[in-house]
């Protein structure tokens, strides 16, 4: 009955009269613990072991017994229980998870204020995500890689732009012609944001892409190194379209496999690049037109851009074309075109131009054309593509040959780098195994050591051509050489070799010493 009244189970209430009947001060504050310092405490050193062991609570537990059995007089360890007590008490939920799994897993404990929403175009955050998602890309799988940009107050994805390998500032220009433009198919999201938050990505903060967002006068906040929870409305997104689109096309990285080795099924259809990016942009219109998410409280982003009054800033499609062109100086325009690069550029109307000083301006990995301005109007000329540009097949020749020499230049690699190790039972130095013989030690050793570029050289691939006839040659070096015609007339001196040691025979002289 007692300990129902006191809400204890009975064998704390027969705990706490034993410690009455030892103390009669314990009778005073039943249950209360001993103030006395005995109490075992988180110390810097048990956080050491923590973080050493990875939050390991047993593995640190043994650390402890064995340091108090080697102090002299052997110093008492805490017990499992009360060390689990203790790490329970003493450190927070946050701390355990950060000395278990590092800053990223402490993170999810902290508590992140969230920003007001504001106005439309007030702000936007980009991002670049590889889509855990194998699309055959000729001929071979591959994870292409999405670049958007979203509104921060509407959730409304702007402008997206797909790209089957690694993406460069080509795809970040890309993408920001179709956040910014409003007519179709970009529309009815657009304009020109006042910030554009980014997160230190060398793309982003290159020179053109800063140069274009100058130019749209557009401010470019650049968030400090690992710090996602700072533009939330993207990471979002990317956690988004993984959970409610990619996971159920065909070709899912992540999917979980039967078996011991998770692997991709031999017979599995993976998606075309192209049918990948409708998908994908028939999605962004549906999350854009369709989905409801909770921070709009029931609207769509479309229905929360098309209630915001704030007025947009447009820019025309010419001129955003031009902002976000890479400029390559000024260039002489000349009979064979326009040359860039090491290669000519031409258009049809460069007749009757050549001689004026030009612009250029080219997007970023498009080397097929450029975009020509005059150099002092900075009027428009026109386009010009590669004059001598190859076909389609034997680009991809060139790149077949490219592949293959890189598999043979790994291979290579992989078979010098390749080094094999004793397994031993017993502490020991490492035995790198493969046996050579003396002799075959020396052989190779001087074998690479007398090769250099004099032993690489080929000197009878092409005889020297035989000296002149008038000279006094070795028979040995006369072997070697090939028979040179005799020269006619006078000339001799045409035939003589041009170094400082060559005999050139003087013309002859009268007896006066003046040449005849």
């Known amino acids: 009955m007692a300990a129902d009244a006191l809400g204890v189970s009975e064998r704390t209430v027969w705990r706490w009269l034993a410690a009455a009947g030892r103390d009669e001060a314990a009778a005073d504050e039943p249950g209360a613990r001993d103030q006395t310092g005995t109490r075992f405490t988180i110390t810097p050193e048990v956080r050491g072991l923590l973080a050493l062991w990875k939050g390991n609570v047993r593995a640190v537990h043994r650390e402890l017994v064995l340091r108090a059995a080697r102090e002299s007089p052997p110093a008492g360890a805490p017990s499992l229980t009360t060390l689990h ?29 969230a920003r007001p929403r504001g106005w439309r175009n007030q702000v936007w955050e980009t991002d670049h995500l590889q889509a855990p998602v194998l699309v055959e890309v000729e001929g071979q799988a591959r994870r292409p890689w999405i670049t958007w940009f979203t509104d921060c107050a509407t959730n409304a994805i702007t402008g997206v732009a797909v790209t089957p390998v690694h993406p460069s500032r080509e795809s970040v220009l890309s993408a920001l012609r179709s956040a910014v433009l409003r007519e179709e198919p970009y529309g009815p999201f657009g304009g020109l944001p006042e910030k554009v938050r980014v997160d230190r990505g060398k793309d982003f903060l290159s020179r053109t892409v800063t140069a274009a967002f100058d130019l749209l006068d557009v401010t470019v906040e650049d968030l400090p190194a690992y710090t996602p929870h700072l533009k939330g409305s993207v990471e979002g997104l990317n956690r988004a379209v993984e959970s409610m689109f990619l996971a159920a096309l065909p070709g899912y990285a992540r999917q979980p496999r039967p078996g011991k080795r998770p692997s991709r099924p031999k017979d599995e259809a993976l998606l075309g690049f192209e049918e990948f990016t409708a998908r994908l942009l028939a999605w962004t219109r549906w999350w854009n037109t369709e989905h409801r998410p909770a921070p709009l409280r029931g609207k769509t982003p479309l229905e929360a851009w098309q209630d915001d009054p704030t007025p947009l800033r447009d820019v025309p499609a010419e001129d955003l074309w031009t902002f976000t062109l890479e400029d390559a100086g000024t260039r002489t325009l000349t009979t064979r075109g326009i040359r860039f690069r090491k290669r000519d550029y031409a258009g049809a109307w460069m007749t009757g131009q050549a001689g004026i000083q030009v612009r250029i301006r080219f997007m970023p990995h498009h080397d097929h054309r450029i975009e020509v301005y005059h150099a002092t109007t900075g009027r428009y000329l026109g386009p010009a593509d590669l004059a001598d540009q190859a076909s389609d097949e034997q680009i991809r020749a060139v ?25 031993v039972n017993q ?31 080929l000197p009878d691939a092409i005889p020297p051509t035989a000296p002149p006839a008038d000279w006094r040659t ?43």
Do not use: C, N, W
Not at 435 to 453: C, H, M
Not at 475 to 482: D, K
């Open 85 to 113: 007590r203790a790490i329970r008490r003493d450190l927070t939920p946050g701390e355990r998870a950060g000395l278990a799994g590092g800053e990223r897993a402490a993170r999810k404990h902290d508590v992140f204020l």
């Open 399 to 423: 790149r077949r040959a490219r592949a293959a020499r890189s598999r043979r230049l790994k291979k290579e690699l992989q078979a010098v780098q390749r080094e094999r190790y004793a397994a």
């Open 427 to 457: 502490p020991a130095a490492p035995q790198l195994l493969g046996a050579l013989t003396t002799a075959q030690a020396e052989a190779e050793l001087a074998q690479s050591a007398d090769i250099g570029p004099s032993q690489l050289a």
């Open 474 to 516: 070795p028979a040995s070096l006369a072997a070697l050489t090939m028979p040179a015609p005799r020269p006619s007339g006078r000339d001799v001196t045409a035939t003589a070799p041009d170094r400082p040691d060559a005999r050139i025979p003087r013309p002859p002289t009268d007896k006066d010493g003046d040449a005849s």
